[in-house]
């Protein structure tokens, strides 16, 4: 299983076409700290149309707190600010690979820190960056390719 995180999401809807990626993909997926939305909020259930009895979700104060509960676990870390391609990452069930929130990405502190687990989605110069349920559905997919799609037909 992938899990992906979504830290601090604010878009209802780009949280609701992740959810149905993961949903249909069997993948995780995990909020993190304040939301800009609630979970109620009507775009984001529409987003995920039918999906959500699929979905295995779950909820954390904080990424500290995610990392406690699985703190022998790999975690990857998207952003425009790394240095290598999402493509270089050898990926293995259980992994979570976390996204940062649409307006600003994950903290620069946390990259600064993470720098070898940190990847980049590759786009031309000038573009400052995908949109968020796009960039996780290219590296979700990935993963997956590499695991041989387990369980998905």
């Known amino acids: 299983m992938i899990n992906i995180v979504m830290v601090e999401p604010e878009i209802p809807p780009n949280t609701g076409n992740v959810a149905r990626s993961c949903a249909a993909t ?30 295995d979700i779950e909820q954390h104060v904080s990424l500290e707190e995610l990392w406690a509960k699985d703190p022998t676990a790999r975690y990857f870390y998207l952003s425009t600010k790394g240095y290598k391609h999402y493509s270089n990452i050898k990926f293995a069930s259980g992994d979570y690979i976390v996204f940062g929130k649409e307006t600003k990405g994950l903290p620069a502190e946390l990259i600064a820190g993470k720098l070898d687990f940190t990847f980049r989605i590759p786009m031309r110069e000038g573009a400052r960056s995908l949109n968020l349920a796009n960039s996780v559905a290219i590296v979700l997919f990935e993963a997956l390719r590499q695991l041989d799609f387990p369980g998905l037909q």
Do not use: E
Not at 33 to 52: M, P
């Open 26 to 55: 069997g993948a995780k997926l995990h909020l993190v700290g304040k939301l800009g939305f609630s979970v109620d909020d009507k775009q984001l259930k529409r987003a995920g149309l039918d999906y959500w009895h699929l979905l």
